[in-house]
């Protein structure tokens, strides 16, 4: 069977094509020789378990320890029955141990008097005891485990740390989604808690699993190349990895779209092939994407999205845990500056949103379009202008994110006319107080296709702000112009001040140039 693209469980090098999980691992041979405990964190699906599998075969194959590599998932459903959870553990650890371990390498059963309160200790302890060779568990799903099941875990682990390694392991690796320090979180009951800041303290240092390079995305694509003669081309390549940003889940997806799309190998793998598998990646929210966005009703992410989507600061009293959760989700990165990770989750996150408004905005495309097959701008925004006075007011009181709410109006009304063949490209980030779209739509010259872009700035005039934010949006707006090399464009203000007229009776349209540039301003 060929190997293929994989976007489900873990990835075998006979199965799928493979960027190397180890070389996105720094510094962790050093800590399993030093005899650390640390823990691995990183979002879903970005190679977690598919380099612990490979980092257990590697140090077994070398001889020098015996690495197990074992989940604490199906110890989830008892909950805080952490007795329950101790016997589940241990089973796994024996399960696993029979299929990856030599039998006189495998742990020994421990005696039936052992209370089960300490099963894991004494199990562990016991197996140290018997081997030559150090052990280094590689410990997964860690933070699926609630209340007092973690505590009995954590707590086993840091009793027996001192005995390591002649009687305790020698290495262990805590992997899961967060950082040790966001354990706390399930476990912040006083009279529950391990008696420090840290339910790990132990822990020497935290790692996580980088996104691909553009290199090693490059790298990944070719090895379908190499293996079926499909080539993609340079240009598919960035966009693969603009799009990912590297993220594995992604940029695996993407290529199985395309590849899929195109049953014949000697069909290169073009541009317009990527653009399209985005948006089929997006349409059909498969289960990772899904994952994620079902967490956007979490008043802690709300909290730190919002402020990035309107491109204002962080509120002084926010919670860096909020923050470290929503980055450890993957959704955003600091890139120096707060951002959303990629452009996918950029374009997925205000579409989930405002996916009700969209199918409330009536038109067809094809009314957009002048005799060109170029957008009608003046015309849709015409448009625009008679449905935001009619049901402005209404979609932006029943929004789910109130402090953005006239933004993802807007978009779900272009999102109607992109969804045709166009694209939206969304740009937003702490501080910048603005949010910048520039709406792309393909037409053709003499058959060739070119791309008509259209940019658009939006402001929103809040409570506290003393003055008209007109000029400011001026200026930034021209500056977006001057980056996209465009004559013209669009600034939006959204007033949301107290005390104003019904938004129906105060919908402005004006026109204007600023330093060179003809500028429409909208103000609502």
């Known amino acids: 069977m060929p190997r293929h693209f994989n976007t489900s469980g873990i990835c075998f090098p006979e199965d799928h094509y493979m960027v190397d999980p180890l070389k996105r691992l720094t510094s962790i041979r050093d800590l399993i020789d030093q005899k650390k405990y640390f823990v691995l964190h990183a ?14 075969d590697q140090l077994n194959a070398e001889g020098r320890y015996i690495a197990l590599h074992f989940s ?3 110890a989830n459903v008892v909950g805080p029955d952490f007795e329950e959870a101790n016997r589940i553990i241990v089973r796994r650890i024996f399960t696993k141990s029979e299929l990856h371990l030599p039998e006189s390498e495998r742990p020994v059963p421990v005696s039936q008097e052992s209370p089960t309160s300490t099963l894991i200790f004494d199990t562990l302890q016991a197996w140290a005891k018997v081997q030559t060779k150090p052990i280094v568990l590689l410990i997964d799903e860690i933070d699926s485990l609630t209340d007092l ?17 002649h009687s305790f392991p020698h290495s262990v690796a805590l992997i899961g989604l ?14 529950q808690s391990l008696g420090t800041a840290s339910p790990f303290n132990i822990k020497d240092r935290s ?12 790298k990944l694509y070719q090895q379908h190349t190499q293996e079926t003669g499909q080539v993609f081309e340079v240009a598919t390549l960035r966009w693969a990895f603009h799009y990912s940003q590297g993220q594995p889940w992604l940029t695996n997806a993407l290529a199985r779209e395309c590849v899929e799309a195109k049953p014949d190998r000697t069909l290169p793998i073009l541009e317009d092939d990527i653009h399209q598998a985005k948006e089929t990646i997006i349409l059909n929210r498969e289960t990772h994407l899904d994952s994620l966005m079902d967490k956007l009703r979490e008043e802690r992410i709300r909290r730190i999205l919002v402020p990035i989507m309107e491109g204002e600061l962080l509120p002084i009293d926010s919670l860096n845990d909020d923050l470290v959760y929503v980055k450890n989700l993957g959704l955003i990165e600091s890139k120096p500056d707060w951002q959303i990770a990629n452009p996918i989750y950029q374009e997925v996150i205000p579409r989930t949103l405002n996916y009700v408004m969209q199918g409330s905005i009536p038109g067809e495309f094809d009314t957009w379009l002048d005799s060109a097959g170029k957008l009608d701008w003046p015309q849709i925004w015409d448009q625009f202008l008679v449905f935001w006075r009619e049901h402005g007011a209404a979609l932006i009181g029943a929004a789910p994110y109130h402090e953005i709410a006239p933004h993802l109006v807007l978009m779900a009304y272009l999102q109607r006319i992109a969804n045709a063949k166009g694209q939206i490209i969304r740009e937003y ?29 939006l402001k929103v005039w809040k409570p506290t702000d003393k003055r008209d934010p007109l000029e400011k949006g001026l200026r930034q707006l021209t500056q977006y112009l001057a980056g996209l090399s465009l004559n013209a464009g669009t600034l939006i203000i959204f007033d949301r001040r107290e005390g104003l007229p019904d938004l129906e009776d105060r919908v402005e349209r004006e026109f204007m140039e600023f330093e060179g540039r003809q500028i429409q301003v909208i103000r609502g």
């Open 429 to 457: 980030a702490i501080g910048r107080k603005r949010m910048d779209l520039l709406v792309r739509w393909p037409y053709e010259v003499q058959g060739q296709r070119i791309w008509q872009q259209e940019a658009i700035e």
């Open 72 to 74: 604490c998932e199906s």
């Open 178 to 191: 967060k950082d040790v320090r966001d354990y706390k979180v399930k476990v912040r009951d006083e009279f």
């Open 43 to 56: 979002p879903r699906q970005t190679g977690k378990t598919t380099a612990m599998r490979a980092l257990m």
């Open 149 to 165: 099941s973690l505590i009995s875990v954590l707590r086993q682990l840091r009793d027996g740390y001192q005995d390591r390694p």
């Open 207 to 218: 790692l996580t699993l980088r996104n691909f390079t553009q290199d090693e995305v490059t």
